[in-house]
Structure formats: structure tokens, C-alpha cells
């Protein structure tokens, strides 16, 4: 039993060390962005990312400012990953039974529903009214840093439905970019792009991946996306979706097969012998091997795996480099109005939908709270829901075209989820002690 509880907890512990290791660089590069836009290299700093990169071919030509390309490109590598994240939870984790997913559904549910309503009377008559779905989204990264800083002060099934919550709050932010933030559309593109997403679909169904193929096929959809209307971001989910999380080689499979080609690799010297150049035959049993190693993981599993280290420690930092640098100003362009609203709906939106609606769930009997967790944790919990950095600043950035409201909602969203985690903190710190 006590092998079992490890190998579950193992994952979840692997995946929050992680994440809030992480946060620690995402909170640096985040104050690095504020210091240098309120700094005398405010113009270098904020201009740089204005500057174009233009890729071209004979009839087709990619111009766009680099933040375009760090928001439109990167990201989408972003986004494919929380598309994986997505579809592994549904398979196989906390959103695969119905009772698990139920309270973290119904949070996130709140948590959507809530702070975009509240931000759309607080705003009512005032400029920036379409960016009611910034402060609908979390933040697991710096959300998961705060937990680790309580320590052992954190129930391990805080932390597991910290991150269920905000994986249903990134596939319903995903849904908000598609439908609510995708203009000029050309159905065209669209209809190819998917169609190519379906062929993948087909193949995942027989459980063929190639690499390659996929490979390819990605980057034709991304740019057909890019070219349709619907956000490029979009286009990293819709092909997550297409890997495959079936292995094609077992467990006794491989350790049968690679001890035979250790074997055959050994032969061909003795243990102990070090030689410079290997033999043929020793090159072809490390491919097979390397064959072996790659069929015993499910492709989404192994991609996941490799490609969540590149989002956490460089596309998420870059991002926030490139998009969180403001520089606070008071002028008549800055509309406080927006940031303030902002900045509530975020913190008091969250707590109220997050608790109110997993509150009501537990008392019709529709979901449970997971073991040795407490609705005072819960509220601690909703308080860390209003953190949205990320989400929200890549909202903003599709919401708003105007300068001056893209700035404010930026001073907004920085105030609330400095707020929100703040409290969130000493909520959870003040209603929970040390666990042996």
C-alpha cells in the first residue's frame, strides 16, 4: 500500500518541485521588466520588443514585432503542453473519475464565471470592457510557489486540487481565446488546419506517431491558424490532443529486450574495457535501445516530459519579460478606473466564485473534500485562484490594441495577483499548522 501511495505522489511531488522552482525565475524576470520600464532604458527596453523578424519565401512572407512572435509562436508551445496536461488528467489523473473532478470543476466553474461578471458591473460605462476575461484566469506556477513556502503547513490534497483546478481553469481560458477573442476569421484556413488535426486524430487512433509527421503537419496548422483569425495559441491545444498515450512496447517487454542488447553491446568488449570508437554493432544495439527506451513511454507522456522544462524555465520567463514591463504612470492616459476593477474582480471575483460554488457542490452532495482538507484551506485556496499572471497578461494582450488600456490592465493585473497571493498566504498560514 505504502508503494502504491508513493508512486502517485511521486508524479505530483516531481511536478511541484518544478513549478515552483520556476516561479522563482518568473518572479525575478517579472521585477527585472518593471525595473528596466521605469528605468532610464525604458524606451530601449519597451522598443526592443516592437522590433520586427520577417521570415520569408517565395510567395509567402511571416512579418511580425518579436513580442508578437514570443506571444503568437512561443506561447503556442505553451499551450500545446497545457493541452497535453489537459488530456493526460482526463485519461488518466484527478479529472478521470467524476468525484475527483467535481469540486476542482465546479472551483473553476466559479472562478471563470464569477470575477468576469464582477469586472463587467464594477466596469460598467467605463473604457476596457472586453477584457472581462482577464480576471478569469490562475496561475499554477506562482500559485504552487506560495504553497511550497507554507511547507508542511499544506495538506498534500491542497496541492493536488490546486493544480486539477487550474489545469479546468486553463482549458476554459483556451475556450474563452477561442470563442471570444478570435476575430476577422477565415474559414478557409480554419477548415484545413482541421482537417489536418483530424488526419493526426486518425492516426493517434491507431496509435501510429511519427515525429516527423506530426512535426510538420504542427507547423502548417500553426501558421494556417495564424493566418485564419483564431489566435496561433489555439493550434498547440487542438494538436495536443492528437498525440497518442498508449505505449507500444511494455513493461516486461522492455527490460527483457534491453537486457538482451546490453548483452549484445558487451560482447563486443569486456566490462571493464574503455575503448575510444565503437563497433557497429554497438551503435546499432544503442538505436534499438533508444528505439526501446522511446516505445515503452506513451508519446504524450514523453513530450510532455521534455518539453515542460523548456516552458518553465525559459517561454513562461521570456514572456513575462516581454510582456510585463510597464511603466507606472499617472497620467490622463492611464485609466485607474480599469486597474482597480481589474484588480478587484480578480481577487474578491476568485474568492467568492471559487468557495461559494466548491461550497455548494459539498452541501448537494455533488463533490467532497479531499482528505484532511478543511474549507478554511479551501478559502486560502480561493484567494490563490486570483493569481492569474500569465493567463491574464496573455488575455490582455489579445483584449485590448490601445496602449494605454493594455498599461492599465497590466498595473491591474500585477496589483491583483500580488494582493490575491499575498492574502492567500497568510490565509492559509493562519488557519493551518506545522504537520509532522
Given at each position: 500500500?505504502?508503494?502504491?501511495i508513493?508512486?502517485?505522489k511521486?508524479?505530483?511531488?516531481?511536478?511541484?518541485?518544478?513549478?515552483t522552482?520556476?516561479?522563482?525565475?518568473?518572479?525575478?524576470?517579472?521585477?527585472?521588466?518593471l525595473?528596466l520600464?521605469?528605468?532610464?532604458?525604458?524606451?530601449?527596453?519597451?522598443?526592443l520588443?516592437?522590433?520586427?523578424?520577417?521570415f520569408?519565401?517565395?510567395?509567402?512572407?511571416?512579418?511580425k514585432?518579436?513580442?508578437?512572435?514570443?506571444?503568437d509562436?512561443?506561447?503556442?508551445?505553451?499551450?500545446f503542453?497545457?493541452?497535453?496536461?489537459?488530456k493526460?488528467?482526463?485519461?488518466t489523473?484527478e479529472?478521470?473519475?467524476?468525484?475527483?473532478?467535481?469540486?476542482?470543476?465546479?472551483?473553476a466553474?466559479?472562478?471563470?464565471?464569477?470575477?468576469?461578471?464582477?469586472?463587467?458591473v464594477?466596469?460598467?460605462?467605463n473604457?476596457?470592457?472586453?477584457?472581462?476575461?482577464?480576471?478569469?484566469?490562475?496561475?499554477?506556477?506562482?500559485?504552487?510557489g506560495?504553497?511550497t513556502?507554507?511547507?508542511?503547513?499544506?495538506?498534500?490534497g491542497?496541492?493536488?486540487?490546486?493544480m486539477?483546478?487550474?489545469?479546468?481553469?486553463?482549458?476554459?481560458?483556451v475556450?474563452?481565446?477561442?470563442f471570444?477573442?478570435?476575430?476577422?476569421?477565415?474559414?478557409?484556413?480554419i477548415?484545413i488546419?482541421l482537417?489536418?488535426?483530424?488526419?493526426?486524430m486518425?492516426?493517434?487512433?491507431f496509435?501510429?506517431?511519427?515525429?516527423?509527421i506530426?512535426?510538420?503537419?504542427?507547423?502548417?496548422?500553426?501558421?494556417?491558424?495564424?493566418?485564419?483569425?483564431i489566435?496561433?495559441?489555439?493550434?498547440?491545444?487542438?494538436?495536443?490532443?492528437?498525440?497518442?498515450?498508449?505505449r507500444?512496447?511494455?513493461?516486461?517487454?522492455?527490460?527483457?529486450?534491453?537486457?538482451?542488447?546490453?548483452?549484445?553491446?558487451?560482447?563486443?568488449?569486456?566490462?571493464?574495457?574503455?575503448?575510444?570508437v565503437?563497433?557497429?554493432?554497438?551503435?546499432?544495439?544503442?538505436d534499438?535501445l533508444?528505439?526501446?527506451?522511446?516505445?515503452?513511454?506513451?508519446?504524450?507522456?514523453?513530450l510532455?516530459?521534455?518539453?515542460?522544462?523548456?516552458?518553465?524555465?525559459?517561454?513562461?520567463?521570456?514572456?513575462?519579460?516581454a510582456?510585463?514591463g510597464?511603466?507606472?504612470?499617472f497620467s490622463?492616459?492611464?485609466?485607474?478606473?480599469?486597474?482597480?476593477?481589474?484588480?478587484l474582480?480578480?481577487?474578491?471575483?476568485?474568492?467568492i466564485?471559487?468557495?461559494?460554488?466548491?461550497?455548494?457542490a459539498?452541501?448537494?452532495?455533488?463533490?467532497?473534500?479531499?482528505e484532511?482538507?478543511?474549507?478554511?484551506?479551501?478559502?486560502?485556496?480561493?484567494?490563490?485562484?486570483g493569481?492569474?499572471?500569465t493567463?491574464s497578461?496573455?488575455?490582455?494582450s489579445?483584449?485590448?490594441?490601445?496602449?494605454?488600456?493594455?498599461?492599465?490592465?497590466?498595473?491591474?493585473i500585477?496589483l491583483?495577483?500580488l494582493i490575491?497571493?499575498?492574502?492567500?498566504?497568510f490565509?492559509i498560514?493562519?488557519?493551518?499548522?506545522?504537520?509532522?
Amino acid at each position: 500500500m505504502k508503494d502504491k501511495i508513493k508512486s502517485i505522489k511521486e508524479p505530483i511531488n516531481q511536478f511541484i518541485r518544478l513549478e515552483t522552482s520556476s516561479s522563482i525565475i518568473l518572479f525575478g524576470v517579472t521585477l527585472l521588466a518593471l525595473i528596466l520600464a521605469n528605468s532610464p532604458l525604458s524606451d530601449q527596453f519597451l522598443g526592443l520588443w516592437k522590433k520586427y523578424i520577417t521570415f520569408s519565401l517565395p510567395g509567402f512572407e511571416l512579418s511580425k514585432p518579436i513580442y508578437k512572435w514570443i506571444n503568437d509562436g512561443l506561447m503556442a508551445i505553451f499551450f500545446f503542453v497545457i493541452g497535453l496536461e489537459i488530456k493526460r488528467e482526463i485519461l488518466t489523473g484527478e479529472l478521470s473519475h467524476i468525484k475527483k473532478a467535481s469540486l476542482p470543476l465546479f472551483a473553476a466553474i466559479g472562478g471563470m464565471i464569477v470575477p468576469a461578471v464582477l469586472f463587467t458591473v464594477l466596469n460598467a460605462g467605463n473604457a476596457g470592457g472586453e477584457g472581462w476575461g482577464i480576471p478569469m484566469a490562475a496561475d499554477i506556477a506562482f500559485s504552487l510557489g506560495i504553497l511550497t513556502l507554507l511547507g508542511n503547513r499544506v495538506p498534500a490534497g491542497v496541492k493536488v486540487f490546486l493544480m486539477a483546478f487550474a489545469i479546468i481553469d486553463d482549458l476554459g481560458a483556451v475556450l474563452v481565446i477561442a470563442f471570444f477573442y478570435s476575430t476577422n476569421l477565415i474559414w478557409a484556413n480554419i477548415f484545413i488546419g482541421l482537417g489536418i488535426v483530424a488526419f493526426l486524430m486518425l492516426l493517434s487512433h491507431f496509435n501510429y506517431y511519427s515525429k516527423y509527421i506530426f512535426f510538420i503537419a504542427g507547423v502548417i496548422v500553426w501558421i494556417l491558424f495564424l493566418k485564419s483569425g483564431i489566435h496561433a495559441t489555439i493550434a498547440g491545444v487542438l494538436l495536443a490532443m492528437t498525440i497518442p498515450l498508449r505505449r507500444k512496447t511494455d513493461t516486461r517487454s522492455f527490460y527483457d529486450r534491453s537486457k538482451e542488447l546490453l548483452e549484445e553491446f558487451l560482447s563486443e568488449c569486456g566490462v571493464n574495457e574503455q575503448k575510444t570508437v565503437l563497433s557497429k554493432k554497438q551503435l546499432h544495439s544503442l538505436d534499438d535501445l533508444q528505439e526501446l527506451t522511446e516505445n515503452t513511454t506513451a508519446p504524450l507522456q514523453n513530450l510532455e516530459h521534455q518539453l515542460h522544462g523548456w516552458v518553465s524555465y525559459l517561454i513562461m520567463p521570456v514572456f513575462a519579460l516581454a510582456n510585463a514591463g510597464v511603466a507606472f504612470s499617472f497620467s490622463g492616459d492611464t485609466n485607474i478606473a480599469l486597474s482597480l476593477n481589474l484588480a478587484l474582480s480578480m481577487v474578491i471575483g476568485n474568492v467568492i466564485g471559487i468557495f461559494a460554488f466548491s461550497w455548494l457542490a459539498i452541501k448537494f452532495n455533488i463533490a467532497e473534500l479531499p482528505e484532511n482538507v478543511n474549507f478554511r484551506q479551501l478559502g486560502g485556496v480561493s484567494f490563490l485562484g486570483g493569481l492569474g499572471f500569465t493567463m491574464s497578461l496573455f488575455i490582455n494582450s489579445l483584449a485590448y490594441d490601445n496602449a494605454a488600456l493594455v498599461d492599465s490592465a497590466k498595473m491591474g493585473i500585477l496589483l491583483g495577483s500580488l494582493i490575491a497571493g499575498t492574502l492567500g498566504y497568510f490565509f492559509i498560514r493562519l488557519t493551518t499548522s506545522e504537520q509532522k
